[in-house]
């Protein structure tokens, strides 16, 4: 009678290979769930590394893509000395409020537009067919008439940029009202609800997570718009700053002033998926 071998232990690359317990939602859970935000630093400090890699090697001139540590620096200049004889931070609130004050009349006239276009026939049939024609063109296209209608002031700069974000938030708030589900519209008139209560605590919740996507992509659209407003008679501004400095290649200027703006964009987008998560945490889970 042979003595049976011991069992050998997994060696390291075994151990290494072997699957772990499957998580709750891994498989059968929401798409694409899971925790990102090591993969996103790790990418922008790939895309850092390889931009002062091409710099540092000398393979694109610098008046084609200056160094970071250069535009660090000329950000540090105009900080501290400004643009044009205007402080750097004026320039920032400038921009931020032309961009802000139209999204806010965006989504005041927008949101109770969508609603209504989505729950009725009527209003849908009469600003459908003039919101879908002027949506798809460019801010560029429609520039020289609000000049021509509005002046050189900041009422044409408000109002392009009120033109780029208005439709995504029509649209989005329109399309949200498609999110109620009829039982629930059904459910809540057979306990007597009015359509004011019907519209505010059955469709009005199903239609919020819509709106906020809509909602951060129209001011995605806004800040695209900005350089455009900023085109014509600005003095101030980010959009101003970027175009006046490119005028006289100065890229690093440019450079900076984009990063500025993404920043700024980005840092609101942040606000409004934390609202999402307060006002909706239901998204994505039903």
Not at 56 to 84: D, R
Not at 176 to 194: L, P, R
Request: charged share 10%.
């Amino acid at each position: 009678m042979t003595d049976t071998p011991p069992a050998k232990s997994p060696g390291p690359l075994a151990r290494l290979s072997r699957a772990r317990p499957t998580r709750p939602g891994e498989i059968y859970g929401v798409p694409g769930q899971g925790n990102t935000f090591w993969l996103s630093v790790g990418s922008v400090l790939v895309m850092l590394f390889v931009w002062w890699l091409v710099t540092a090697l000398g393979l694109v001139k610098p008046l084609f893509v200056p160094s970071p540590q250069s535009v660090l620096a000329k950000f540090v200049q105009i900080w501290n000395q400004g643009f044009t004889n205007t402080p750097f931070l004026e320039h920032v609130a400038i921009s931020t409020f032309r961009v802000f004050s139209a999204f806010l009349l965006a989504c005041l006239i927008g949101l109770p537009l969508g609603l209504a276009m989505g729950m009725s026939p009527v209003m849908r049939g009469i600003f459908d067919p003039p919101i879908e024609f002027y949506r798809p063109i460019p801010p560029l296209a429609y520039l020289p008439l609000m000049i021509i209608w509005f002046g050189i002031d900041e009422t044409s700069k408000i109002l392009l940029i009120f033109l780029s974000v208005f439709a995504p938030i029509v649209l989005g708030a329109r399309s949200g009202v498609k999110s109620a589900a009829i039982e629930q519209i059904h459910a809540a008139y057979s306990f007597g609800a009015t359509r004011w209560q019907v519209m505010r605590h059955v469709i009005l919740p199903s239609a919020m997570p819509e709106i906020l996507t809509a909602m951060r992509v129209g001011i995605g659209f806004g800040w695209t718009t900005l350089v455009a407003a900023e085109m014509v008679a600005a003095t101030k501004g980010l959009g101003y700053m970027v175009l006046s400095a490119s005028q006289f290649l100065q890229t690093s200027v440019v450079i900076m002033g984009i990063f500025v703006i993404a920043i700024i964009a980005f840092a609101f987008d942040l606000l409004m998926r934390f609202l999402e998560r307060r006002l909706v945490p239901w998204k994505g889970r039903m």
